[in-house]
T-cell receptor, first 118, second 114 residues
């Protein structure tokens, strides 16, 4: 079963507008972490934002914010005031720390390609 | 600090050849991971390690072996390369810092098997 689901293969947004990239996850663990990475055409993975399962407030990092809805198991990324340089692949990922034993793992979604239009 | 360093950055192999990808990190991270990235598939976990001397299988371990003899190094081996292993390989390492969790990626290795 897929642990991280990103239902939007591609998204388009106008420069200076806000955009939301969807991410839902599946876990039975109580302790886990969610984060988003950006991968521009150059290929490197760039950390954007992290949300722990016990964090009471939604994480924010500059123009990035994470809309964390624990009951819905969703962790959507909101990018405000889009810039042309935001055009890239965006990956949602989850860190699981099993309480019933087993090792911590890190799993990724298939990604969303964001295109910012001028 | 160099962060996470992968070598080589590019490699072309013939079917049946073997090779080892090296990942080195200088951040004293406990956890290390090897992923492969294929178009439309995102990043899939091959193997990972939660500490020196330990390794575990991820989602797609077949055809690969790993070793973590030293905390700072995580090696990914292909014993007999196949065209299906043509991919971009990423190494990553991670550690908890209090309430924050840090994950760092290498710059990737583009492997082509012909």
């Amino acid at each position: 079963a897929q642990k991280i689901t990103q239902t939007q293969p591609g998204m388009f947004v106008q420069e200076k507008e806000a955009v939301t990239l969807d991410c839902t996850y599946d876990t039975s663990d109580q302790s886990y972490g969610l984060f988003w990475y950006k991968q521009p055409s150059s290929g490197e993975m760039i950390f954007l934002i992290y949300q722990g399962s016990y964090d009471e407030q939604n994480a924010t990092e500059g123009r990035y914010s994470l809309n964390f809805q624990k009951a819905r198991k969703s962790a959507n990324l909101v990018i405000s005031a889009s810039q042309l340089g935001d055009s890239a692949m965006y990956f949602c990922a989850m860190r699981e720390t099993p309480s019933q034993g087993g090792s911590e793992k890190l799993v990724f979604g298939k990604g969303t390609k964001l295109t910012v239009n001028p | 600090n160099a962060g996470v360093t992968q070598t080589p950055k590019f490699r072309v192999l013939k079917t049946g050849q073997s090779m080892t990808l090296l990942c080195a990190q200088d951040m004293n991270h406990e956890y290390m991971y090897w992923y492969r990235q294929d178009p439309g598939m995102g990043l899939r976990l091959i193997h990972y390690s939660v500490g020196e001397g330990t390794t575990a299988k991820g989602e797609v371990p077949d055809g690969y072996n790993v070793s973590r003899l030293k905390k700072q190094n995580f090696l990914l081996g292909l014993e007999s390369a196949a065209p299906s292993q043509t991919s971009v390989y990423f190494c990553a390492s991670s550690k908890f810092y209090g309430a924050r969790w840090r994950l760092a990626f290498g710059s990737g290795t583009r492997l082509t098997v012909v």
